[in-house]
T-cell receptor, first 115, second 117 residues
Framework: EAQVTQNPRYLITVTGKKLTVTCSQNMNHEYMSWYRQDPGLGLRQIYY???????DKGDVPEGYKVSRKEKRNFPLILESPSPNQTSLYFC??????????????FGPGTRLTVL | AQSVAQPEDQVNVAEGNPLTVKCTYSVSGNPYLFWYVQYPNRGLQFLLKYITGDNLVKGSYGFEAEFNKSQTSFHLKKPSALVSDSALYFC???????????????FGKGTKLSVIP
């Protein structure tokens, strides 16, 4: 089944404790991205990657890191989480050949709480 | 600046009645417009998109959207609402970034649709 998976789905952590949220897609997509969803703000893009070893900042990259060592994986790293990073996070992917018109495929989301 | 707006935070409609979820956009050049739906505790799912051509776009689950260039709108519609349509709906616009070949998808804030039995 074609899908985007994220782990963990739920995470409660404390300020400053490094964490990684994994994202994997099995559709051989080139383009992957991370969004955070906050009430009243919709989805905001954190980082995106157009291919292996190619990443770039989105609208709200502060406090986050990403890497793209393999085509299928795009982990999101919070080196020193803070309470303002409490949010619902979504990973998404698309074929990437026509980024302007591609359909995005979203993972199920990771609800992160930073105490 | 490129932007997309969903003027209603919530829309309530009775089951069986037609529904409309509004979206307006501001994009220089040709707009590429999308609707996504988010059911409770799920990720976003693609509904439909407008790239070019016919202004009326048909999508999944009986939804359609009408592109109106003069009003810069892309409203989502369905002739007869179902209780199962209750969800959060997001309009999105794609626009090019400064980096060649790179695009960004900007989402509206979402509209919660409640279909009342």
């Amino acid at each position: 089944e074609a899908q985007v998976t994220q782990n963990p789905r739920y995470l409660i952590t404390v300020t400053g404790k490094k964490l990684t949220v994994t994202c994997s897609q099995n559709m051989n997509h080139e383009y992957m991205s991370w969004y955070r969803q906050d009430p009243g703000l919709g989805l905001r893009q954190i980082y995106y990657s157009m291919n292996v070893e190619v990443t770039d900042k989105g609208d709200v990259p502060e406090g986050y890191k990403v890497s793209r060592k393999e085509k299928r994986n795009f982990p999101l790293i919070l080196e020193s989480p803070s309470p303002n990073q409490t949010s619902l996070y979504f990973c998404a992917s698309s074929f990437g050949t026509q980024l302007s018109t591609d359909t995005q495929y979203f993972g199920p989301g990771t609800r992160l709480t930073v105490l | 600046a490129q932007s997309v707006a969903q003027p209603e935070d919530q829309v309530n409609v009775a089951e069986g009645n037609p529904l409309t979820v509004k979206c307006t956009y501001s994009v220089s050049g040709n707009p590429y417009l999308f609707w996504y739906v988010q059911y409770p505790n799920r990720g976003l799912q693609f509904l439909l998109k407008y790239i070019t051509g016919d202004n009326l776009v048909k999508g999944s689950y009986g939804f359609e959207a009408e592109f109106n260039k003069s009003q810069t709108s892309f409203h989502l519609k369905k002739p007869s609402a179902l209780v199962s349509d209750s969800a959060l709906y997001f309009c999105a616009v794609s626009f090019p970034l400064r980096k060649a070949g790179s695009y960004q998808l900007t989402f509206g804030k979402g509209t919660k649709l409640s279909v009342i039995p």
